[in-house]
């Protein structure tokens, strides 16, 4: 067997340059596009925290923001944070880690479309075979490889739309609509530091006139001068993903990131839970190239010390499909009283950017904040 070969990560993405490079040599990943990075599609807004995680150089960090204003008919909520996001120059985060892979000797592939895998690690590509030792699918939302081995069965799944524009933007903080535009999800604008740029998307299940839409969306902008003389830089955009998180491993084949739908089910975003999985996997797969433990351990161990987050994304996916019954009607009720109790910046305080559920469980725990929710909640239904 050729040294290079020992484990093949299928995809070339955020997830599979990450793990590789995590790993180093021994490692040879597979993309089919010509080029990292592309076709684009995340908007790239993480938590400070993932940030630092990553150790993405500061140059990659191209905003940072103290404040999401979160939008419905019934009113407005604050969640603020110092900083709440950061947004991070998304192709360079790629190339940054397809570099750092090239430095650590992986082995990377473009151009190289995968074919085939089985269980066993068996992986066809047009002209030839490759039989390593194990696999890591990171495929992405195509989730092609993943349905046929039985890593995935249900999804949550909506088509984003992004639009980067040129204009005059009057608004520093990212903007999250629930409207009926796309109430099965939300819009959103995020802003550029220079002021002189915006990217704005839409996300839904109902892909029927999602161009439309979105037209109208930047046109809705337009008119509340959020936004004036905007022009089309470029549309991009892809599956979101909002969980449920599958089977992470089948035989010899280890899933990671979109492949297993392992996203933060309230928005979609990937790159933490990704972040925190692939920080776990790694030391383990290491040891076992060393030869120090054998594949069936390595595995076990990242089962057994992966699943408090997998259980938390569980349950947040749970939390999520609550949320967004009748077009986010719980949410809208606390807007609603919130507002009236003068608390629009003070009731999402405590929520982490990151850890939805686990945030709010220690919110409960405070009788005084127990009190201003249900205070709020109950008003709104008023
Ligand atoms: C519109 C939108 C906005 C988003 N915004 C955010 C955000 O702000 N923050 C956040 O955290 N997350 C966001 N996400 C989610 C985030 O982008 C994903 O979770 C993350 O990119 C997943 O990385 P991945 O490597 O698993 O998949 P991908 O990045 O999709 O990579 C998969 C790779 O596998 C390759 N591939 C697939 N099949 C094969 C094959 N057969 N052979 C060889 N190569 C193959 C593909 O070419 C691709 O390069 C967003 C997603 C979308 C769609």
Known sequence: ???????????????????????????????????????????????????????????????????????????????????????VDRLGLEEWLFHKCINKGVNIQLNTRVQSVTTDGKISLKDRLLEGELVILAEGSRRYFSRKLGFIRGSDDYLGLQVELKAKVNIRNIEVYLTPLSSDLFSWLIPFKDEKRVIIGLASKYTRNLFDRLRLF?????????????????????????????RLVVG???????????????????????????????PKLRRFLNGEIEWDIAVNEYLSEVEPLIRRLHLTYTLSRIIRRRNYQLIRSFMKGAWRLGMSNKILSEIDYDEHLASLTKIFIKPRKIGEMFASYFLGLL
């Open 252 to 282: 010899r084949v280890i899933g990671l990131g979109d492949a297993v739908q392992m996203t933060k089910p309230v928005s979609g975003g990937g790159l933490y839970p990704i972040t925190m999985a692939s920080r776990i996997l790694a």
């Open 218 to 246: 930047q046109k809705i902008l337009e008119r509340s001068g959020k936004i004036v003389n905007s022009t089309i830089v470029k549309y991009f955009g892809g599956t979101i993903i909002c969980g449920p998180v599958g």
């Open 1 to 87: 067997m050729n040294k290079d070969q020992r484990i093949t990560v299928i995809g070339g993405g955020f997830s599979g340059l990450l793990i590789a490079c995590m790993l180093g040599e021994e490692v040879t990943v597979l993309e089919e596009h010509k080029k990292i990075g592309y076709p684009e599609h995340c908007a790239g807004l993480i938590s400070i925290k993932t940030a630092r995680l990553l150790s993405i150089p500061r140059n990659l960090v191209e905003e940072t923001y103290d404040e999401m204003w979160i939008h419905s008919r019934d009113g407005v909520l604050i969640w603020k944070g110092k900083p709440l996001a950061v947004r």
